[in-house]
């Protein structure tokens, strides 16, 4: 694998919230090293997911979330440079 490979990418999944959604979204990528996952609920019925994984592993990652019952929306983007520490 290349650095490039390494390098975080954003994904932002737009869904329908019900009981199970959540529950969904981390069954989908239990199999894919996720670094970062939000899951906000901003409007009735309407959330928003927001996984960081390596590019390597994110156009699998967008596929798997397509499948998900519920999702309405997956956008993929750069997640700019990490902190120096």
Do not use: N
Request: no cysteine; proline share 8%.
């Amino acid at each position: 694998m290349t650095p490039d490979s390494y390098s975080p990418r954003r994904i932002t999944v737009t869904l329908r919230d019900s009981g199970g959604a959540l529950g969904r979204i981390v069954s989908a990528l239990r199999p894919v090293p996720v670094q970062e996952l939000t899951y906000a609920v901003s409007a009735p019925a309407r959330a928003t997911a927001e996984v960081v994984v390596a590019s390597a592993d994110a156009a699998r990652v967008r596929g798997r979330l397509h499948r998900v019952v519920d999702v309405l929306t997956v956008i993929e983007s750069d997640t700019g440079p990490l902190p120096v520490r």
